[in-house]
């Protein structure tokens, strides 16, 4: 049974005008010990699907669909329920190691809370445990650091911690929303490393978020890449990264300095702009950016489907093996 | 030592300075002869200028000013006119009502304003919130003394739970003498927790949005755990700040209120001294509110430092 199976999850936000959808239709699974990869731009709903995962939306979205944990269907659980699976079969890596520790409580008690409250150890004990996870996750001199507030550690150092916060109790499933973007490169890579550690030890499923190509392609083996609020593509990621079926993923890869295939050097931004979810136009949300539309892509939204073994698109015309086929 | 620390003990010193030259200076330029009220609109001319001899009320202003001083520094306030008792007697006695009163009513408010803050930032936006905020926005424009008036209609004539005022003296015992605090407590208190519940609200819902809150979230914290843990003590500085502002207007508060319930305090002194031109009295009395004043404010100072651990690490 896969670890995490997202089914047509649909987000909205409730404004005077009326509901504005978000997040439309988005399903993916994550088997154990999987790295899956979420790739979009900014507001392409990678980190309101995050949320919602653990029930955490801000006020005034609701989701609806379904969010199956090992079976247990997550949008229908009551919150009691969720606040044991939060922060200890569940964990989450937020992207902002600035702001995302508390400044006015020291790190030890921050990193001991969820062993605290989910494991039920006891003061002595949680400072073993917290001591070793701080260990694990090289925080130099980590006996000096426990007792230090958040402004007395590095960036790379809260985030080591923010990651400790989040594997203290072991979580099954692990979710990292861009936890490297306001890191420096080495400092990205150790971070990084880490992870990748961590799940191989465990055998822990990892939903890695990110707007970064290049940290995809290290570490995910697969890729879901998100425009507008839904899944474009999935892909394996050595195939997305050799031959991109979707246009907006192929733009994305262009976009990149160094990696882009067969590029003269030049970088190729996607012209336009993302259309505001209030004003989504009919068909596929891409159109008016895509290279390769037809009057199909104006009159319907294309939904995604297989295009071939192990990879799907939401594309009229997917780029298969490099070339445009009808389909 | 820390440098903030150093910084406000020696700004407290210098605000101290100043306020004793105004408080002089006012009462300089202020019209009314001591010497005139107490002995009368009848008195002779020559009787008068012996007493005002007496008093040192001939002497040039920076001669009393320096006297006034050096007595202060030795803790001597000099002679009230009207009492004809040392200052610092006269004052001591009347703390022993003003200060249990202003703790009192500041103890309510406080009290008051964690709850009500707290429970209309958890439910922002939704009718409980609206509801707390309706009630704040009564309690600010309700006047202390008219509340002091109805709380004596209600509690003390028609239930009879509180004396409608007086004081036992502590000589009676601890709970009668609360007993007739409470209710001049509460109607100073109103305004302030109204106030003070806002000030709460607004900083909690301000720091329930930051990341850290969210982050507490994904730890498995449940909401209510979060607010406690987390966004309370972060929400607690501007709180701090305003009930140190606020203690100045409850110690002015004193005066109408302990005239209201006929309070033998310090604010019913510094009342009946001015009808009197019992300059002694005013000028000591009004130096020692804005010492009260002034060093709350400190500690209030001092309190960011406990509070925030990012100060104490900043010098």
């Known amino acids: ?327 | 030592m820390n440098r903030l620390l150093l910084y406000r003990l020696a700004s407290w010193a210098l605000t101290l300075l100043a306020i004793t030259v105004i408080a002089f200076l006012v009462l300089e330029i202020l019209p009314g002869d001591p010497a005139l009220v107490l002995l009368g609109p009848d008195a002779q001319p020559d009787t008068l200028e012996a007493l005002r001899q007496q008093l040192g009320l001939n002497q040039a202003a920076v001669v009393r000013y320096f006297e006034w001083m050096s007595g202060l520094l030795r803790g001597d306030m000099g002679t009230s006119y009207t009492y004809s008792i040392p200052v610092s007697e006269l004052i001591g006695s009347r703390l022993k009502i003003t200060i249990p009163l202003a703790v009192l009513s500041t103890a309510i408010a406080v009290g008051l304003a964690l709850v009500l803050g707290m429970y209309a930032a958890a439910r922002h936006n939704r009718v409980g919130d609206y509801g707390v905020m309706a009630v704040t926005q009564i309690g600010v424009a309700i006047p202390s003394f008219w509340l002091g008036m109805l709380l004596i209609l209600l509690f003390s004539l028609t239930l009879r739970w509180f004396s409608a005022g007086g004081f036992p003296g502590w000589e009676a015992g601890l709970w009668p003498g609360l007993r007739a605090l409470v209710l001049p407590a509460a109607a100073l208190a109103i305004a302030q927790a109204a106030v003070l519940t806002r000030v709460v609200r607004a900083s909690v819902i301000e720091v329930l949005n930051q990341d850290f809150v969210r982050t507490a979230r994904a730890k498995g914290l449940t909401r209510a755990q979060a607010l406690r843990r987390h966004a309370l003590r972060n929400a607690l500085i501007p709180v701090v700040t305003v009930i140190g502002l606020q203690f100045g207007h409850l110690l002015a508060g004193t005066i109408v209120i302990e005239n209201v319930f006929s309070l033998p305090g310090l604010g019913r002194l510094i009342f009946q001294s001015i009808n009197q031109r019992d300059l002694m009295v005013i000028k000591n009395v009004v130096v020692l509110l804005a010492v009260i004043v002034i060093t709350v404010n400190l500690i209030v100072d001092l309190l960011y430092l406990v509070i925030d651990p990012r100060l104490r690490h900043a010098s």
């Open chain 1, 1 to 327: 049974m896969a670890l995490l199976q997202v089914q047509d999850i649909s987000i909205s936000i409730d404004r005077p005008e009326g509901k504005v959808g978000l997040v439309r239709d988005v399903s993916f699974d994550i088997q154990p010990g999987e790295i899956v990869g979420m790739l979009g731009e900014s507001g392409c709903g990678k980190s309101l699907t995050a949320l919602a995962i653990l029930g955490l939306l801000p006020e005034g979205m609701t989701a609806t669909g379904e969010i199956l944990f090992k079976g247990a269907n997550l949008l229908t659980l009551d919150e009691p329920s969720l606040c044991r699976l939060r922060g200890n079969r569940i964990g989450l890596i937020f992207q902002e190691p600035m702001t995302t520790l508390n400044p006015m409580m020291t790190i030890g008690d921050q990193v001991m809370e969820p062993l605290r409250l989910h494991r039920g150890l006891g003061r002595h004990d949680a400072r073993a445990e917290a001591l070793r996870l701080l260990e694990r996750i090289r925080l130099p001199s980590p006996r000096q650091k426990f007792d230090s507030y958040p402004h007395q550690l590095s960036g790379g150092q809260r985030q080591r911690v923010v990651i400790a916060m989040a594997i203290a109790c072991k979580p099954e499933l692990l979710i990292a929303d861009e936890p490297t973007t306001a890191l420096d490169t080495t400092m990205q890579m150790q971070i990084l490393d880490l992870l990748l550690d961590l799940t191989d030890e465990t055998d822990t499923g990892l939903l890695l978020i990110t707007h970064d190509l290049g940290v995809m392609a290290e570490m995910t083996d697969r890729i879901l890449v998100m425009y507008g609020g839904s899944i474009v593509e999935t892909s394996p990621t050595a195939d997305l990264i050799a031959s991109p079926a979707h246009p907006y993923s192929r733009g994305l890869l262009r976009a990149i300095p160094q990696r882009a295939p067969g590029s003269d050097g030049w970088l190729e931004p996607i012209p336009g702009t993302v259309p505001a979810p209030a004003a989504r136009p009919q068909g596929c949300l891409f159109r008016a950016r895509c290279p390769i539309a037809i009057a199909e892509c104006a009159a319907h939204r294309p939904e995604l489907r297989d295009i071939l073994p192990g990879r799907s698109a939401a594309c009229w015309v997917p780029i298969i093996h490099g070339r445009t086929g009808d389909a």
